[in-house]
């Protein structure tokens, strides 16, 4: 290669450079990825404070007022600073190598779609610090919480959320425009792989909806700022329009982030089961399927706003049609490992824990939908445990599992897989310890969101705390597996990692060369 | 090592399964509760009829779905010697786990619809009360007794910051509790002052959001007496773990005397708004007060904190005139966290507050604020 990338070797202001002015889509990725396992530690951070402040009832260690900057922080770093960037960094990484393109279509946006974000979460972060506090309001930011009753720094939070939402569309542009022109010959829709579809349909959905989000936060702005009062009953306002406003963005969000995941496992599951994805054109069409459904039922959040009955039920039958395309999804990645030759590998592991627990997160899905019954299950801890099944073994398990699957492409070394697969069970057991009994503690009457509770919940949350603190040191090693096979791990230089692996990613060496596919390949 | 594993792997994963069975077992036998109540309430036991049958149509499929997994996981791995097949589609079946599931979730829309339809039953109550959420309490009014009542969290600081004991009613006991007869249909009106609340009793079946301009509607009627305890379940900021509901029912003789003993303390409290306080009462009192109703946010020392409350001690309105002091209690500060307390604070307490403020911590103004200047305030408006 006559311009390889500048290593340590150029100099460190060489390296620097390469860094901050590539727009090549693995290093981006790569910057991605990083970027966002650094959030992921700080958002888990926040979190194991609050699960320390939780540990026992009464305020030991924080004031309640930082006990709510914690839940806050932790929910806007790990949706909008970990798992969003992760699935870009991904996105960067393997949409080119998947459908034989050389790069990114867009890459000087690229480079501006990444290099935004660390400002928008330094703002973010720099809150904390701030006279009065960082935001308070919960990461749903509800008004008039989060406008009248705001601590200063809400206008800080108001600019980070700008230009994270810039941050998105941009990255969302750039992955639309790289699929609908850079195929490789011969790759037609319906071949793609499906994480690439998975994260085309999550681009239409971000391009939705963060400009909806903008328009949340701009309406926000002009409420504490410039005297409006579109969310101030006292001005003729209504906080319950910003309710609709920002769940109109919030529901499709969840599936931004879990769609992709949805991709990820659909690409590992065939591999170890060495037999190909039962029911693509379903899949694809399931996919599309939950993005559409996902506009339509944004209210199913606010069941105790006091909406009338018909807005209810319409609501909660919407919502509970969605059950009928994810189990779709499981059903199709339980057949494909039917009669398969399966192994279970550390991605596999991880994939097969997502299949298991993001059911169980649907099962439990399902019950809120029922109106009825989230009079009960609304705002308490049962909910709290119904995300984390979704999101965290959901979103972050896929994560976690892509890592370990594409690492040996990405690096061209092997991850010690005795390592891998401690990591999993300590991440597997910990995650079950620290969210199981959270559903006990939701139905027994423990409000989320609380800095202290009654002493009926003080054995649950003991627990709870315990499992959370094992599932945070199993981060701390997927990071040290992760730096350990970047500098020690058995090099490996043969293009098919796995031995079920399919697909052009795993036609070029590894590491995957600075540039790829120069020459389009022919995909048959 | 890596078939230990494996084993390990599958046994917990069923655990995982089981998990939510032995929990509804668990609840019905064990004081240790894991399971929604069943409460007191029409509501609160359609509410967990249905969340019943969910549980278990889940579980039902959960089983189903899994066991197929685990039996597939364990009979097609490759170290059995497991070949791969090369299928990948199938109409029938797909068509089949797309029509099934369809017909599951019509048939669950039933008992759905008609548990939701009672939650929304709110029509004909014998007794109407309105509840408005505030920085941190709760406020219940009885419609047309004239009956009204502040109530807030008992529990000392002391408990919670671990300077004394936690006793055994920790952050579920209040000043004064929502008391109610046994046998009446009763119809909550919610609503909020500042910022969003919601007003949460398990037992009722009634979580209510209580938004600031809008009035939400919940129903109980329920026939045995007791005390049930429910929480605020929308952030509503630092307070948001500290304000309890406490319910108390009682049979319709004790109601009724509670009710007649309460009008009746209003109309002594109105006798007393014409007297003239001693600044020694009105110091103690107001020192109660402030300690009950403003150190949350401006601190027991009046020191605020810095950036989020101003400080009452030596702030120009608390040395300023006194009228102007009364002005922000009355009115609140608009567009602040300042809120008016006109509703929330008797004359009485208004004007021990204020008194105790403009002498304490050093601001020692020396003047005596009256009940008598508060009302003459609020009815010069």
């Given at each position: 290669m006559a311009h390889g990338p500048a290593t340590l070797a150029d100099g460190w202001r060489a390296y620097i450079a390469r860094w901050v002015f590539t727009t090549n889509h693995k290093d981006i990725g790569t910057l991605y990825l990083w970027f966002s396992f650094a959030m992921f530690l700080l958002g888990g951070a926040f979190a194991m404070i609050i699960r320390a402040e939780l540990f026992q009832p009464g305020m030991q260690l924080i004031r309640p007022e930082f006990f709510n900057q914690m839940t806050t922080m932790h929910g806007l770093v790990m949706v909008f600073g970990a798992i969003m960037p992760a699935f870009v960094g991904l996105a960067n990484w393997m949409i080119p190598l998947m459908i034989g393109a050389p790069d990114m279509a867009l890459p000087r946006m690229n480079n501006l779609s990444f290099w935004i974000l660390p400002f928008a979460f330094a703002i973010l972060t720099s809150?904390?610090?701030?006279?009065?506090?960082?935001?308070?309001?919960?990461?749903?930011?509800?008004?008039?919480?989060?406008?009248?009753?705001?601590?200063?720094?809400?206008?800080?939070?108001?600019?980070?959320?700008?230009?994270?939402?810039?941050?998105?569309?941009?990255?969302?542009?750039?992955?639309?425009?790289?699929?609908?022109?850079?195929?490789?010959?011969?790759?037609?829709?319906?071949?793609?792989?499906?994480?690439?579809?998975?994260?085309?349909?999550?681009?239409?959905?971000?391009?939705?909806?963060?400009?909806?989000?903008?328009?949340?936060?701009?309406?926000?702005?002009?409420?504490?700022?410039?005297?409006?009062?579109?969310?101030?009953?006292?001005?003729?306002?209504?906080?319950?329009?910003?309710?609709?406003?920002?769940?109109?963005?919030?529901?499709?969000?969840?599936?931004?982030?879990?769609?992709?995941?949805?991709?990820?496992?659909?690409?590992?599951?065939?591999?170890?089961?060495?037999?190909?994805?039962?029911?693509?054109?379903?899949?694809?069409?399931?996919?599309?399927?939950?993005?559409?459904?996902?506009?339509?039922v944004w209210a199913h959040h606010m069941f105790t706003v006091g909406m009338p009955i018909a807005g209810e039920l319409y609501f909660m039958y919407a919502t509970m049609l969605i059950a009928v395309p994810t189990g779709v999804k499981v059903f199709n990645w339980i057949t494909t490992m039917y009669k398969g030759s399966l192994t279970f590998e550390t991605p596999m592991l991880f994939s097969i824990a997502f299949v298991i627990l993001f059911t169980f997160g649907g099962f439990t899905g399902l019950m809120l939908s029922i109106a009825a019954a989230d009079m009960q299950y609304h705002d308490t801890y049962f909910v709290v445990a119904h995300f984390h099944y979704v999101m965290v073994a959901g979103a972050v398990f896929s994560g976690t599992a892509a890592i370990y699957y594409w690492l040996p492409k990405w690096c061209g070394k092997m991850y010690n897989e005795t390592m891998g697969q401690v990591q999993f069970w300590v991440a597997f057991i910990g995650f079950n310890i620290a969210f199981m009994p959270q559903h006990f503690l939701g139905l027994a009457g423990m409000p989320r969101r609380y800095a202290d509770y009654g002493l009926q919940f003080a054995d649950w949350n003991m627990v709870s705390s315990i499992g959370a603190f094992i599932y945070g040191g199993a981060q701390l090693m997927l990071l040290y597996n992760v730096i350990a096979t970047i500098r020690n791990g058995k090099p490996t230089t043969e293009e098919k990692t796995w031995e079920g692996a399919e697909g052009l990613e795993w036609t070029v060496p590894s590491p995957a060369p600075y540039h790829t596919f120069a020459k389009p390949p022919e995909f048959k | 090592?890596?078939?230990?594993?494996?084993?390990?792997?599958?046994?917990?994963?069923?655990?995982?399964?089981?998990?939510?069975?032995?929990?509804?077992?668990?609840?019905?036998?064990?004081?240790?509760?894991?399971?929604?109540?069943?409460?007191?309430?029409?509501?609160?036991?359609?509410?967990?009829?249905?969340?019943?049958?969910?549980?278990?149509?889940?579980?039902?499929?959960?089983?189903?779905?899994?066991?197929?997994?685990?039996?597939?996981?364990?009979?097609?791995?490759?170290?059995?010697?497991?070949?791969?097949?090369?299928?990948?589609?199938?109409?029938?079946?797909?068509?089949?786990?797309?029509?099934?599931?369809?017909?599951?979730?019509?048939?669950?829309?039933?008992?759905?619809?008609?548990?939701?339809?009672?939650?929304?039953?709110?029509?004909?109550?014998?007794?109407?009360?309105?509840?408005?959420?505030?920085?941190?309490?709760?406020?219940?009014?009885?419609?047309?007794?004239?009956?009204?009542?502040?109530?807030?969290?008992?529990?000392?600081?002391?408990?919670?910051?671990?300077?004394?004991?936690?006793?055994?009613?920790?952050?579920?006991?209040?000043?004064?509790?929502?008391v109610l007869p046994v046998g009446k249909k009763i119809r909550f009106l919610v609503t909020g002052n500042d910022v969003i609340h919601s007003w949460w009793v398990p037992d009722f079946g009634v979580k209510r959001d209580a938004v600031p301009g809008l009035f939400t509607a919940g129903w109980a009627k329920t026939d045995k007496p007791g005390t049930y305890v429910g929480e605020c379940t929308e952030l509503c900021g630092q307070g948001h773990a500290f304000m309890p509901v406490v319910v108390e029912v009682k049979e319709e003789a004790e109601y009724n005397e509670w009710l007649a003993n309460k009008k009746a303390e209003a109309v002594e409290y109105a006798s007393t708004i014409g007297k003239e306080w001693a600044p020694e009462e009105l110091m103690a009192k107001g020192e109660e007060v402030y300690l009950q109703s403003c150190a949350g946010c401006h601190q027991a020392d009046g020191g605020g904190i810095p950036g989020v409350f101003p400080a009452i001690k030596g702030s120009p309105i608390a040395l300023g005139p006194q009228i102007g002091h009364i002005a922000v209690l009355i009115d609140g500060v608009p567009g602040s966290a300042m809120q008016s307390f006109a509703d929330q604070l008797s004359e009485v307490n208004i004007a021990a507050v204020i008194h105790y403020q403009r002498n304490a911590w050093g601001n020692d103004v020396g003047d005596v604020t009256q009940p008598i200047d508060v009302l003459n305030y609020k009815q010069s408006k």
């Amino acid at each position: 290669m006559a311009h390889g990338p500048a290593t340590l070797a150029d100099g460190w202001r060489a390296y620097i450079a390469r860094w901050v002015f590539t727009t090549n889509h693995k290093d981006i990725g790569t910057l991605y990825l990083w970027f966002s396992f650094a959030m992921f530690l700080l958002g888990g951070a926040f979190a194991m404070i609050i699960r320390a402040e939780l540990f026992q009832p009464g305020m030991q260690l924080i004031r309640p007022e930082f006990f709510n900057q914690m839940t806050t922080m932790h929910g806007l770093v790990m949706v909008f600073g970990a798992i969003m960037p992760a699935f870009v960094g991904l996105a960067n990484w393997m949409i080119p190598l998947m459908i034989g393109a050389p790069d990114m279509a867009l890459p000087r946006m690229n480079n501006l779609s990444f290099w935004i974000l660390p400002f928008a979460f330094a703002i973010l972060t720099s809150t904390l610090f701030m006279e009065g506090g960082g935001p308070n309001f919960g990461w749903t930011f509800y008004a008039p919480l989060s406008t009248t009753y705001a601590p200063d720094s809400v206008n800080f939070f108001i600019f980070a959320i700008h230009i994270m939402g810039a941050s998105s569309i941009m990255g969302s542009i750039n992955i639309i425009a790289t699929v609908m022109n850079m195929r490789a010959p011969g790759m037609t829709y319906m071949k793609m792989p499906l994480f690439v579809w998975t994260w085309v349909i999550t681009a239409f959905l971000l391009v939705a909806v963060m400009p909806v989000l903008a328009g949340a936060v701009t309406m926000m702005l002009m409420d504490i700022n410039f005297g409006t009062s579109f969310f101030d009953a006292a001005g003729g306002g209504d906080p319950v329009l910003f309710q609709h406003v920002f769940w109109f963005f919030g529901h499709p969000e969840v599936y931004i982030i879990i769609l992709p995941a949805f991709g990820v496992v659909s690409q590992i599951i065939p591999t170890f089961s060495r037999k190909p994805l039962f029911g693509y054109s379903s899949m694809v069409y399931a996919t599309a399927a939950i993005a559409f459904l996902s506009f339509v039922v944004w209210a199913h959040h606010m069941f105790t706003v006091g909406m009338p009955i018909a807005g209810e039920l319409y609501f909660m039958y919407a919502t509970m049609l969605i059950a009928v395309p994810t189990g779709v999804k499981v059903f199709n990645w339980i057949t494909t490992m039917y009669k398969g030759s399966l192994t279970f590998e550390t991605p596999m592991l991880f994939s097969i824990a997502f299949v298991i627990l993001f059911t169980f997160g649907g099962f439990t899905g399902l019950m809120l939908s029922i109106a009825a019954a989230d009079m009960q299950y609304h705002d308490t801890y049962f909910v709290v445990a119904h995300f984390h099944y979704v999101m965290v073994a959901g979103a972050v398990f896929s994560g976690t599992a892509a890592i370990y699957y594409w690492l040996p492409k990405w690096c061209g070394k092997m991850y010690n897989e005795t390592m891998g697969q401690v990591q999993f069970w300590v991440a597997f057991i910990g995650f079950n310890i620290a969210f199981m009994p959270q559903h006990f503690l939701g139905l027994a009457g423990m409000p989320r969101r609380y800095a202290d509770y009654g002493l009926q919940f003080a054995d649950w949350n003991m627990v709870s705390s315990i499992g959370a603190f094992i599932y945070g040191g199993a981060q701390l090693m997927l990071l040290y597996n992760v730096i350990a096979t970047i500098r020690n791990g058995k090099p490996t230089t043969e293009e098919k990692t796995w031995e079920g692996a399919e697909g052009l990613e795993w036609t070029v060496p590894s590491p995957a060369p600075y540039h790829t596919f120069a020459k389009p390949p022919e995909f048959k | 090592m890596l078939k230990r594993a494996q084993a390990l792997f599958l046994s917990l994963l069923s655990l995982v399964v089981l998990l939510p069975i032995a929990g509804s077992a668990f609840a019905e036998s064990s004081a240790s509760q894991l399971n929604m109540p069943q409460g007191v309430t029409e509501v609160s036991q359609a509410a967990y009829d249905i969340h019943m049958i969910m549980i278990w149509v889940c579980t039902v499929i959960g089983v189903g779905v899994f066991g197929f997994m685990f039996y597939v996981m364990y009979a097609h791995r490759k170290s059995r010697g497991a070949v791969a097949e090369n299928f990948h589609e199938h109409l029938g079946v797909e068509l089949l786990w797309t029509i099934v599931p369809t017909i599951i979730l019509i048939v669950m829309a039933f008992p759905a619809t008609t548990a939701l339809l009672k939650v929304y039953d709110t029509d004909n109550p014998d007794i109407e009360i309105k509840i408005t959420g505030y920085q941190w309490k709760w406020q219940y009014e009885y419609l047309g007794e004239g009956v009204k009542f502040m109530s807030e969290l008992r529990t000392s600081d002391d408990e919670v910051y671990g300077r004394e004991p936690k006793g055994e009613h920790y952050l579920r006991e209040v000043t004064e509790a929502l008391v109610l007869p046994v046998g009446k249909k009763i119809r909550f009106l919610v609503t909020g002052n500042d910022v969003i609340h919601s007003w949460w009793v398990p037992d009722f079946g009634v979580k209510r959001d209580a938004v600031p301009g809008l009035f939400t509607a919940g129903w109980a009627k329920t026939d045995k007496p007791g005390t049930y305890v429910g929480e605020c379940t929308e952030l509503c900021g630092q307070g948001h773990a500290f304000m309890p509901v406490v319910v108390e029912v009682k049979e319709e003789a004790e109601y009724n005397e509670w009710l007649a003993n309460k009008k009746a303390e209003a109309v002594e409290y109105a006798s007393t708004i014409g007297k003239e306080w001693a600044p020694e009462e009105l110091m103690a009192k107001g020192e109660e007060v402030y300690l009950q109703s403003c150190a949350g946010c401006h601190q027991a020392d009046g020191g605020g904190i810095p950036g989020v409350f101003p400080a009452i001690k030596g702030s120009p309105i608390a040395l300023g005139p006194q009228i102007g002091h009364i002005a922000v209690l009355i009115d609140g500060v608009p567009g602040s966290a300042m809120q008016s307390f006109a509703d929330q604070l008797s004359e009485v307490n208004i004007a021990a507050v204020i008194h105790y403020q403009r002498n304490a911590w050093g601001n020692d103004v020396g003047d005596v604020t009256q009940p008598i200047d508060v009302l003459n305030y609020k009815q010069s408006k």
